[in-house]
């Protein structure tokens, strides 16, 4: 090629050529991080985001957000490390949020006919947007770690509390106190899922009472910190451009 | 006045950057396809799906799979070896323009790639949740495996195949070697193929409950992490990119 060359016409057509571009990039980076994040966070603890009786004080609220800022912390280190673009942990929730709800609608409710109001996603949308901005506040990596790993586990319980907390009102069914979210689960059998595999309220923590669910978004926040600085250093290595040596 | 005459002729006659109905037509065949084949599960699941011993089973599952891999292999055959056998020999001779075009071109590829992915690792990955944990299975060849594991993964895999060796054979910017990133998105997401083997060994040995967080299931996170080597081909496409525009931006 020639380097005296233009490969457009005008700096009218170069300003076009490359807003198509940030489209193009914009809709496939939404599209195969959604399908990473997706697949991961399905696997590591969407059991506990897809039914309401799985979301309890403790195993729901301490797994979730350190499962969630993995992807968050990674495309965040090469949108705003590299392109200073301020939103890629909520870019990441918004695309895991569309798999979820578009999944939810389609499949849980449209295969196999569940009500939505049992297989709702978890609310991550605030802790994210809290992750974007103590990054573009501070431009460090420390803080945002630090800071923005913690708020992450703290803000999950609180974000999702408006949606959660009717189903968690407590209800007497045969002589047994339950809550509603636990009777909707006996109510629509999951034969290939059944209660012993159900991992709810384990543990002693519970006899703490109302004790609970703080204590595990704390825990949650500090697993986070540490997951927050693994995944950067992932998100590096992956947004490397490096080429094997042609032969 | 001939040679500009002839210079504006040659101009209309150029075929465009970005020819959008490549994309469009990318974009909707996914979803005409994945639309049609979520209405097959909705119809034939649940009336020839339960049971994998009762002969309508063998009728609208069984057969749909031997289907499905025939043209899978065929189209992956087809598709890969015309990429191949049709490239570029010059490529480092190409014109600013026409790189930039084959850019564009590269870029229905991802798009597309981005689709099949949402489709194989959201879409019907998912779905498998739900139908397993409702449905109790008694084969690997479940209504759902036929459609998550050996029809989604294989087209995400055709798809990011051909991504791939379209850059390969036609783009300068990756004649230098491999990208490392590159292989790392279309390679670890194919792992994910494999792996089912692991996973329904594991189902038929362990327990044919479906608990979506068991360990047996971290193969596919492991492979589907590698999602995110497509930061390191947008690192990439953007330096490749920004040389062209460069200087008519500046």
Same mark, same amino acid.
């Given at each position: 090629?020639?380097?005296?060359?233009?490969?457009?016409?005008?700096?009218?057509? $170069? #300003?076009?050529?490359?807003?198509?571009?940030?489209?193009? &990039?914009? @809709?496939?980076?939404? %599209?195969? !991080?959604? *399908?990473?994040?997706?697949?991961?966070?399905?696997?590591?603890?969407?059991?506990?985001?897809?039914?309401?009786?799985?979301?309890?004080?403790?195993?729901?609220?301490?797994?979730?957000?350190?499962?969630?800022?993995?992807?968050?912390? $990674? #495309?965040?280190?090469?949108?705003?490390?590299?392109?200073? &673009?301020? @939103?890629?942990?909520? %870019?990441? !929730?918004? *695309?895991?949020?569309?798999?979820?709800?578009?999944?939810?609608?389609?499949?849980?409710?449209?295969?196999?006919?569940?009500?939505?109001?049992?297989?709702?996603?978890?609310?991550?949308?605030?802790?994210?947007?809290?992750?974007?901005?103590?990054?573009?506040?501070?431009?460090?990596?420390?803080?945002?770690?630090?800071?923005?790993?913690?708020?992450?586990?703290?803000?999950?319980?609180?974000?999702?509390?408006?949606?959660?907390?009717?189903?968690?009102?407590?209800?007497?069914?045969?002589?047994?106190?339950?809550?509603?979210?636990?009777?909707?689960?006996?109510?629509?059998?999951?034969?290939?899922?059944?209660?012993?595999?159900?991992?709810?309220?384990?543990?002693?923590?519970?006899?703490?009472?109302?004790?609970?669910?703080?204590?595990?978004?704390?825990?949650?926040?500090?697993?986070?910190?540490?997951?927050?600085?693994?995944?950067?250093?992932?998100?590096?290595?992956?947004?490397?451009?490096?080429?094997?040596?042609?032969? | 006045?001939?040679?500009?005459?002839?210079?504006?002729?040659?101009?209309?006659?150029?075929?465009?950057?970005?020819?959008?109905?490549?994309?469009?037509?990318?974009?909707?065949?996914?979803?005409?396809?994945?639309?049609?084949?979520?209405?097959?599960?909705?119809?034939?699941?649940?009336?020839?799906?339960?049971?994998?011993?009762?002969?309508?089973?063998?009728?609208?599952?069984?057969?749909?799979?031997?289907?499905?891999?025939?043209?899978?292999?065929?189209?992956?055959?087809?598709?890969?070896?015309?990429?191949?056998?049709?490239?570029?020999?010059?490529?480092?001779?190409?014109?600013?323009?026409?790189?930039?075009?084959?850019?564009?071109?590269?870029?229905?590829?991802?798009?597309?790639?981005?689709?099949?992915?949402?489709?194989?690792?959201?879409?019907?990955?998912?779905?498998?949740?739900?139908?397993?944990?409702?449905?109790?299975?008694?084969?690997?060849?479940?209504?759902?495996?036929?459609?998550?594991?050996?029809?989604?993964?294989?087209?995400?895999?055709?798809?990011?195949?051909?991504?791939?060796?379209?850059?390969?054979?036609?783009?300068?910017?990756?004649?230098?070697?491999?990208?490392?990133?590159?292989?790392?998105?279309?390679?670890?997401?194919?792992?994910?193929?494999?792996?089912?083997?692991?996973?329904?060994?594991?189902?038929?040995?362990?327990?044919?409950?479906?608990?979506?967080?068991?360990?047996?299931?971290?193969?596919?996170?492991?492979?589907?992490?590698?999602?995110?080597?497509?930061?390191?081909?947008?690192?990439?496409?953007?330096?490749?990119?920004?040389?062209?525009?460069?200087?008519?931006?500046?």
């Amino acid at each position: 090629m020639s380097a005296s060359q233009s490969a457009v016409r005008s700096r009218a057509e $170069a #300003v076009k050529v490359s807003r198509t571009f940030d489209w193009l &990039i914009c @809709f496939t980076l939404f %599209f195969v !991080v959604l *399908g990473g994040y997706h697949v991961h966070f399905m696997l590591v603890a969407g059991d506990w985001d897809f039914w309401v009786d799985w979301k309890d004080r403790r195993l729901w609220v301490t797994v979730l957000p350190i499962m969630a800022i993995t992807f968050p912390a $990674a #495309v965040q280190a090469v949108l705003w490390w590299r392109y200073r &673009i301020a @939103f890629g942990a909520t %870019f990441c !929730v918004m *695309g895991l949020l569309f798999g979820e709800w578009v999944n939810r609608y389609f499949n849980f409710w449209g295969w196999t006919y569940f009500p939505i109001n049992f297989c709702f996603p978890s609310q991550l949308i605030p802790a994210a947007i809290v992750l974007d901005v103590i990054l573009l506040m501070s431009n460090s990596l420390q803080l945002t770690a630090v800071m923005g790993g913690l708020a992450f586990g703290l803000l999950f319980y609180p974000s999702n509390w408006p949606v959660i907390a009717p189903l968690h009102q407590p209800v007497e069914y045969n002589g047994m106190v339950m809550t509603l979210a636990d009777l909707l689960g006996y109510h629509y059998i999951r034969t290939g899922m059944p209660e012993y595999i159900r991992m709810v309220e384990k543990g002693t923590l519970r006899t703490f009472g109302k004790d609970v669910a703080p204590v595990s978004a704390f825990f949650s926040g500090f697993v986070s910190i540490i997951i927050y600085f693994l995944w950067h250093f992932f998100g590096r290595w992956f947004g490397s451009t490096a080429f094997t040596t042609a032969s | 006045m001939a040679a500009t005459t002839e210079s504006v002729k040659a101009d209309a006659a150029e075929a465009p950057l970005l020819n959008k109905r490549n994309l469009i037509f990318a974009v909707a065949i996914y979803c005409v396809f994945y639309a049609w084949v979520r209405w097959y599960e909705g119809v034939y699941g649940w009336s020839a799906g339960l049971d994998s011993f009762a002969p309508e089973f063998e009728t609208y599952w069984m057969n749909f799979l031997y289907i499905e891999f025939v043209l899978e292999v065929s189209t992956a055959g087809i598709l890969w070896g015309y990429l191949w056998k049709s490239r570029d020999r010059k490529v480092m001779s190409i014109t600013p323009r026409e790189e930039l075009r084959r850019h564009f071109h590269h870029w229905v590829w991802l798009v597309a790639y981005g689709v099949a992915i949402y489709f194989g690792a959201s879409y019907f990955t998912e779905q498998d949740g739900t139908w397993h944990q409702t449905i109790v299975r008694d084969t690997d060849f479940t209504p759902s495996h036929v459609i998550e594991f050996y029809l989604s993964y294989p087209v995400y895999i055709i798809t990011g195949g051909g991504a791939f060796l379209y850059a390969k054979t036609r783009l300068p910017t990756y004649q230098q070697g491999n990208s490392i990133q590159y292989m790392v998105a279309t390679v670890g997401p194919f792992m994910i193929l494999p792996n089912v083997g692991l996973n329904e060994w594991g189902h038929t040995f362990w327990f044919m409950e479906e608990l979506f967080v068991a360990p047996l299931h971290y193969g596919f996170v492991f492979f589907g992490w590698s999602a995110l080597g497509v930061l390191g081909v947008v690192g990439i496409e953007v330096a490749a990119i920004a040389k062209l525009l460069k200087k008519d931006l500046a």
